[in-house]
């Protein structure tokens, strides 16, 4: 990828997140036209013209879709970036930021806070920093599970993160056996959604995406070399050992933030990597950045379906996703040829 090429392509990426963003708050049972959302949105930006739009309207488009659009786009993005960086780390196309059990971690600390919350003196508040610890220390877990001789081998990592993952889910599985009432609440989460967007979660995220895309970006060119393997990126220069913990701790921070807020949210970091790489091709210093500004959209409007298609009622959004990766994982199996990452 010549680097001329990737200031238009990342700006016609965030030229179509902020499409989908306006489309996203547009949508719904209550339709605001496009050009008094933008308005609105500036003037909440800049401080003036509250006046100029009733209170119902402020509250749709500032309280609840406008939470919900960036929480949405926040998500998107990071499990699209960590889905491109552990695509290149495993070498393998069809890896995403679940395959070490950074969901099932995460699942595991919000079903324990939803079924024990309240004999713990905890509230549901704490449900997304549960999941977040949960989420990381299941990565910690598998990266100290795997490491021999001061290394932690690719396919030990993800022999390790398999039976880690089937562990913990099983433990779900009794959370939820032993749920009673909060079994409604545990299963929602579960699925994935973003009902419960909220400024504040936006404002949770936001640091932890801002940390964790960091060290992406400053360690794509290293990423580059890791593709032709561990051997020759050695060769390189390359840290193998060094540089596969910071990316891989960075990655799991992104997933682990993305999951805390929405819930299990299935295979957006498999589809959208894969369709940018045929694109623009395996250079991870576009392909991070491009990947993070195409989730974006991607999980918008995935969300925005989910929300409408069965109005008045909502469809988790991880329901839909999962419906479209689920054959998106059999196509890469069934094209019978490697893809490189």
């Known amino acids: ?64 879709r406008g939470p919900r659009v960036i929480l949405a786009g926040l998500t998107g993005a990071a499990l ?20 070490i059990g950074v969901s099932s971690g995460a699942a595991v600390g919000a079903a324990g806070v939803m079924v024990f919350g309240a004999r713990w003196g905890i509230g549901g508040t704490a449900v ?97 070399a890791m593709l032709f393997g561990d051997e020759t990126a050695s060769h390189l220069g390359v840290d193998v050992a060094k540089l596969r913990l910071r990316s891989l701790l960075a990655a799991s921070m992104l997933a682990a933030a993305a999951v805390s807020v929405g819930g299990t949210i299935g295979f957006v970091g498999l589809i959208v990597p894969h369709m940018v790489r045929l694109v623009i091709g395996p250079d991870h210093r576009i392909l991070v950045p491009a990947s993070a500004l195409a989730g974006a959209p991607f999980l918008i409007l995935a969300d925005l379906v989910a929300r409408t298609v069965m109005s008045p009622a909502e469809m988790p959004v991880g329901i839909l996703t999962s419906m479209l990766g689920g054959p998106f994982f059999l196509y890469l199996l069934r094209r019978g040829r490697t893809i490189k990452p």
């Open 80 to 99: 699209a970036a960590a889905g491109a960086t552990y695509q290149g780390l495993f070498q393998n196309p069809m890896a995403d930021p679940f395959i």
């Open 128 to 224: 997304p920093i549960a999941a977040f610890i949960g989420a990381t220390l299941t990565v910690m877990l598998v990266y100290s599970l795997a490491r021999t001789d001061g290394r932690a081998p690719v396919t030990t990592l993800l022999l390790v993160g398999v039976a880690v993952s089937a562990a913990l889910s099983g433990v779900v599985a009794l959370l939820i056996f032993l749920s009673g009432r909060e079994l409604r609440a545990v299963i929602y989460w579960t699925m994935g959604g973003l009902g419960g967007a909220s400024w504040d979660q936006v404002r949770n995220v936001l640091p932890f995406f801002v940390v964790g895309m960091f060290p992406l970006l400053l360690y794509a060119k290293q990423l580059n």
């Open 1 to 64: 990828m010549k680097r001329g090429r990737m200031g238009p392509i990342l700006l016609s990426l965030l030229a179509l997140a902020l499409g989908a963003a306006l489309l996203g708050m547009y949508g719904g049972a209550v339709s605001v036209p496009p050009r008094e959302i933008i308005l609105m949105v500036w003037d909440a930006i800049t401080g003036g013209g509250a006046e100029a739009w009733s209170v119902g309207q402020r509250t749709i488009i500032l309280d609840l």
